[in-house]
């Protein structure tokens, strides 16, 4: 068997010593929070972390010159607790407010929460207690978003990261962290925070991005926990929600130039973060140009090629969706020749909702048919779509045992084509024994709706599956679609789902 790392080995010892050595009542966690104009959610949110599983607490709550109620919040609930400390500051931005935090905090771990968030009551507690098993420098931990009252499931990437959950891992190890780009969510060990010389940059928004590249980078051992950890609540007229302006986008492509730059000594890991900008926030930016003008685009023109050029031609064509593959090398064009006039053509066409627009079969592979294909001077293989565009879709509508049968409604479709035809087989697994069931069309079919609100339905879509009784209350659902369409187009999936009946 091979030996762990020296590394690794240095990082548990350092570990179990602290615990030998500790206090019985465990290690500090210094929770800093600032404030401004959060009278709305600020009991709530320091109600979730006084309330959470983890009890050893310091909360800094550093109230950065509110004309709210927020300092008289903060106050009434320090005065019940005196694990709250109050401070207050002429506004000087998020960053600054933070930065004063973290200088009067006196914990062994550190981390952030924003005062219109909450934290669960376990995560915090997994992450530290974790920590003090591995040594390692800092926690990554699983977050979601808060709508009104509404919970939503973080965004794929984020689940990806945290389904595989590890301790003691760096960045070159696993560059997927990079996607957690958020200051809050995670906890520092104070003296790795001191050490690497971390600290937020005034007067910079998105400075999550750029504190966390070098957090990632400096750090010896990284937790990834699976715990979930933290809210976060989406407000309309926060920095990084919404804003369409030539100062936001602008901020926002500084953020991601000056985390690559930061990562230029490992290579590898800056190619990963800048292929992670393409494919889950450069979109965020070219999507906002149904509400932009021409200065907004020009940013945009002048900043996303550099990013592509940032990330190996065979990886970018692989997993940056086609419609965004479409969209920069419209973004390229414009800055060669300085018309604006294909790319405004493309995005008014909604040609970056590409669920409306079909896959055709190509000498090179299945392309999606998006606006311009036949007529613009783009090399057609951009159009080419990836694995995952051509991925099966199902979802499990309800679920119906009987003494005798089992009854199960689901929706199957691919999203670039037409399922009318299509056929279905399905199949329930329990154990060894396998159960082909009867299959017949219903009327409940999966439909799209653009943020324009074009409607593309999906008839033909919703199935109704007819099985003998499993023997057992657990079982796997099978389903494979095939779809025989036009000039040869030949789709097939298959996609499984457990059961518990």
């Known amino acids: 068997m091979p030996r762990p790392p020296v590394r690794r080995l240095v990082r548990g010892a350092v570990g179990r010593a602290a615990r030998r050595v500790r206090d019985l009542r465990g290690p500090t966690l210094s929770v800093v929070m600032p404030v401004y104009q959060g009278e709305e959610h600020l009991a709530a949110a320091l109600e979730s972390v006084l309330g959470q599983r983890y009890r050893h607490l310091e909360v800094v709550v550093v109230d950065d010159g509110s004309t709210d109620g927020s300092r008289a919040i903060a106050d009434e609930v320090a005065a019940r607790d005196p694990r709250v400390v109050v401070l207050s500051q002429p506004n000087a931005g998020q960053s600054a407010a933070r930065n004063r935090g973290v200088e009067v905090a006196t914990g062994t771990y550190l981390t952030f929460v924003d005062a ?23 926690a990554v931990l699983p977050y979601q978003r808060l709508e009104g009252g509404t919970v939503v499931r973080p965004a794929p990437w984020i689940r990806a990261l945290h389904a595989r959950p590890v301790e ?45 590249a070098q957090a990632f980078r400096e750090a010896a051992g990284i937790d990834v926990t699976s715990t979930m950890a933290y809210s976060w609540r989406r407000q309309t007229a926060s920095t990084s929600q919404g804003q369409v302006t030539v100062e936001n986008v602008t901020a926002r492509m500084d953020a991601a130039d000056e985390s690559l730059r930061l990562l230029e000594p490992l290579p590898a890991v800056r190619e990963e973060r800048a292929l992670q900008l393409l494919k889950h926030n450069v979109p965020n930016s070219t999507l906002k140009l149904e509400r932009a003008d021409d200065a907004y685009l020009e940013v945009l023109v002048q900043r996303i090629p550099r990013l592509v050029a940032a990330v190996a031609p065979d990886r970018y064509a692989r997993e940056v969706p086609a419609q965004h593959r479409v969209m920069n090398a419209l973004l390229d064009q414009a800055r060669a020749t300085g018309d604006l006039a294909a790319v405004w053509r493309f995005v008014r066409a909604e040609g970056l909702q590409s669920q409306l627009f079909d896959l055709v079969p190509t000498s090179d592979g299945p392309a999606i048919d998006l606006p311009g294909r036949l007529d613009d001077d783009l090399d057609p293989v951009t159009y080419l779509a990836t694995a995952e565009q051509v991925r099966l879709r199902t979802t499990v509508r309800e679920v119906l045992a009987g003494a005798d049968e089992l009854v199960v409604d689901v929706r199957a479709w691919f999203p670039h084509a037409d399922v009318a035809a299509a056929s279905l087989t399905a199949r329930v697994l329990t154990g060894r024994d396998t159960a082909a069931g009867e299959v017949e069309r219903t009327d409940d079919a999966a439909a799209f709706t653009s943020r324009a609100g074009t409607v593309r339905g999906y008839p033909g879509s919703g199935w109704r599956l007819r099985f003998p009784a499993p023997a057992t209350r657990r079982c796997e659902l099978v389903l494979t679609l095939t779809v025989d369409g036009p000039e040869g187009l030949h789709l097939e999936g298959l996609r499984s789902h457990r059961l518990t009946l």
């Open 116 to 138: 219109d968030d909450v934290v669960t009551r376990e995560g915090l507690d997994a992450a530290v207690r974790g920590l003090e098993r591995s040594g390692s420098d800092l």
């Open 168 to 212: 003691g891992t760096t960045v070159s190890e696993r560059p997927d962290v990079l996607v957690h780009a958020i200051a809050c969510a995670k906890v520092f060990r104070r003296t790795f925070w001191d050490a690497a010389g971390l600290a937020f940059p005034p007067g910079v928004i998105y400075e999550d991005q750029i504190l966390t």
